[in-house]
Nanobody, 116 residues
Framework: QVQLVESGGGLVQAGESLTLSCASS????????MGWYRQAPGKQRELVAS???????IYADSVKGRSTISRDNAKNTVLLQMNSLKPEDSAVYYC??????????WGQGSQVTVSS
């Protein structure tokens, strides 16, 4: 089992920056990929960014160039730094962890609201 706890969400103004943090515990040695997803009201959950154990990153086109995902293996933490935030970035952000046998470890979600 893997447990994930997100922190760092909140209310920001458009153009500002925000960093989300995801702390993992449990069977963390089995995690291969960690990522951030978001879900806005009435929309499907979508990938924002992911990072593999080896450091390979993937970004959604909507955040590419404005966001950086990083992984601190010593602290078992994944960070998502988002810059130049837009109102359309408002959503509940979820941390996700994948292992070779299961891809559905999720955190509780962290609300990000960007006001215009």
């Amino acid at each position: 089992q893997v447990q994930l706890v997100e922190s760092g969400g909140g209310l920001v103004q458009a153009g500002e920056s925000l960093t989300l943090s995801c702390a993992s515990s449990g069977s963390i040695g089995s995690i291969t990929v960690m990522g951030w997803y978001r879900q806005a009201p009435g929309k499907q959950r979508e990938l924002v960014a992911s990072i593999s154990r080896g450091g390979t990153t993937i970004y959604a086109d909507s955040v590419k160039g404005r966001s950086t995902i990083s992984r601190d293996n010593a602290k078992n933490t994944v960070l998502l730094q988002m810059n130049s935030l837009k109102p359309e970035d408002s959503a509940v952000y979820y941390c996700n962890a994948k292992t070779p046998w299961y891809s559905g470890f999720w955190g509780q979600g962290s609300q990000v609201t960007v006001s215009s």
